[in-house]
């Protein structure tokens, strides 16, 4: 469980960038994908007086007021300058405006604004309010971020309670970190008693909704067998899924596999291309085990 140890409540969030398909990982509004880019923003033309006696002869058809665009949402608006810069300032401008008029999409965003200061004076407070706003309205990943306030008390009286509360609302909503963080409470015993087959369960739930962490993590307690029972060949799959998606951990995992034979047959080259990856993103035990694989005359063994 050591390894367990070392993983934190994670939460939901972003940076206003206006590179569109930003990964997210939550499944649930984090990385925005972007929609509208607004590259300036001038008020409308005055428009001219119009005789009152003209406008009584017009049909009701060319008098009526005209209608705002459909789809004229700019929750997911960033403002850039020149150059391609965003600009933090003038984007949380923008939805502000919206969350104002009760867009929980927005209102999640302001809360992240506030939340790492982007934009704006970082201000928990302010944050947890933004979140607790658009929570009401069942979003996630608000849920989610609340949730964590609440457990770690950050800008927010700190209740465990409440906290596991929102991360069970997130997570039945399906957001694969909300059930991260309930799989963790559960099988850490934090905020609620030890339950290892509800917080397996719930790790299983994440994973199978591409968490990369919680598929790396069910990976681990295959290798050891706790909690289920062991299978190299679960924890290999699990170590695969989450070693495409790039984490280096499981690329390395992924490499000591191949080369012992761990729920795959022995395979070298594929070592060697497992540890590469990883050894690549900066992962030390990955490149030891790279350089003893690539130099066939040493006489080293460094345990896995």
């Keep these: 469980m050591a390894a ?31 929609t509208e880019i607004i590259l300036e923003e001038k008020p409308a033309p005055a428009k001219p007086a119009r005789d009152t006696r003209a406008r009584r002869r017009t049909s009701s058809k060319e008098t009526a007021p005209k209608q705002a665009p459909v789809g004229e949402d700019r929750s997911s608006a960033v403002i850039t300058g020149r150059g391609g810069k965003v600009d933090h300032e003038r984007t949380v401008a923008v939805i502000r405006r919206e969350a104002r008029k009760g867009n929980a999409f927005a209102q999640y965003r302001l809360g992240l604004a506030y939340e790492f200061g982007r934009g704006v004076e970082q201000d928990p407070e302010e944050a947890a309010e933004w979140y607790a706003r ?34 069970e609302k997130a997570a039945a909503l399906g957001n694969p970190i909300a059930q991260f963080n309930l799989a963790k409470a559960y099988l850490d015993g934090r905020g609620v008693p030890v339950d290892e087959a509800v917080g397996i369960a719930w790790l299983e ?9 919680a598929q790396h993590a069910l990976a681990s307690f295959y290798v050891e067998g706790e909690g289920v029972k062991q299978n190299l060949k679960e924890a290999f799959r ?15 995992a992924l490499g000591l596999a ?36 690539q130099d066939p005359f040493s006489q080293r063994d460094i345990p896995p």
């Design 134 to 167: 658009a929570a009401l309205q069942e979003h996630p990943a608000a849920l989610l971020n609340l949730g964590v306030m609440f457990f770690e008390g950050r800008g927010i009286e700190q209740d465990m309670k409440r906290g596991l509360e929102h991360f």
């Design 205 to 213: 739930k994440s994973a199978e909704a591409d968490f990369v962490m």
């Design 4 to 34: 367990w140890s070392l993983c934190i409540f994670f939460a939901a969030c972003s940076v206003f960038s206006p590179a569109a398909g930003a990964q997210d990982v939550s499944g649930q509004d984090v990385g925005y994908e972007i």
């Design 258 to 293: 191949y080369e012992k034979g761990y729920g795959v047959d022995p395979d070298m080259r594929e070592a060697r291309r497992w540890y590469g990856f990883a050894a690549e993103q900066g992962h030390l035990g990955a490149a030891q085990r790279l350089l003893l694989l």
């Design 238 to 252: 699990w170590n695969e899924r989450a070693a495409l998606q790039g984490l280096k951990e499981a690329q390395a």
